[in-house]
């Protein structure tokens, strides 16, 4: 069966440190692959998603940087964190024959 | 553009009363809909879709194109239905989701 692994679950940081989050998917081959964030008060953004290695979207202009190095592993990545970067952020991945989407259980990141 | 509107953030009822949680979007083209569900220290996970057309955990949802809605309903909600709930559509390519802002369901014993 498929599965996907997100960590860390919590991430403290403070402001202008780097960010890395990885997520990983097991049981299923060339899926699509997305970064969602859900800020304070707001619902869930997409910020980037993948449709193969190498191959990065970006919805929203920002301070972070998506990368998909193998077909089954998608890292969200910060150079230098901002206040405003402090959220939930999920990885998720959809089958090519199906339209149901499957998260990870999510990092919550806090900047300090 | 596509939107999704929920506009309850929290919604409360008592144990056996109905429930309907509402959602609007905005959308040019044919949309999918869909309703996630979290539970507490779990995945959000996905609840129904409107193309299946099926009651999952006694909840419905019904597509109404005319007035861009696609509320989703229970006529005896239960304790267990506490959690948060988003209505998402699904328009472009690429099965990205336009996620509304989550409503926050608390049912009371």
């Known amino acids: 069966s498929q599965t996907i692994h997100q960590w860390p679950a919590t991430l403290v940081q403070p402001v202008g440190s780097p960010l890395s989050l990885e997520c990983t998917v097991e049981?299923?081959?060339?899926?699509?692959l997305y970064w969602y964030r859900q800020a304070a008060g707001r619902g869930l953004q997409l910020l980037f998603y993948?449709?193969?290695?190498?191959?990065i979207s970006s919805e929203v202009p920002q301070n972070l940087s998506a990368s998909r190095p193998q077909d089954r592993q998608f890292i969200l990545s910060s150079k230098k964190l901002l206040l405003s970067d402090s959220g939930f952020y999920l990885c998720?991945?959809?089958?090519?024959?199906?339209?149901?989407?499957?998260f990870g259980q999510g990092t919550r990141l806090t900047v300090v | 553009a596509q939107r999704v509107t929920q506009p309850e953030k929290l919604l409360s009822v008592f144990k056996g009363a109905p429930v309907e949680l509402k959602c609007n979007y905005s959308y040019s083209g044919s949309p999918e809909l869909f309703w996630y569900v979290q539970y507490s220290r779990q995945r959000l996970q996905l609840l129904l879709r409107?193309?299946s057309r099926e009651s999952i955990k006694g909840f419905t949802a019904d597509l109404n194109k005319g007035e861009t809605s696609f509320h989703l309903k229970k006529p005896f909600a239960q304790e267990e239905d506490s959690a948060m709930y988003y209505c998402a559509l699904s328009g472009t390519s690429y099965g990205k989701l336009t996620f509304g802002q989550g409503t926050i369901l608390t049912v009371h014993p």
């Open positions: 998720a991945w959809l089958g090519r024959e199906n339209t149901e989407a499957f």
């Open positions: 409107h193309i």
């Open positions: 049981g299923t081959s060339n899926p699509n």
């Open positions: 993948s449709v193969g290695i190498g191959q």
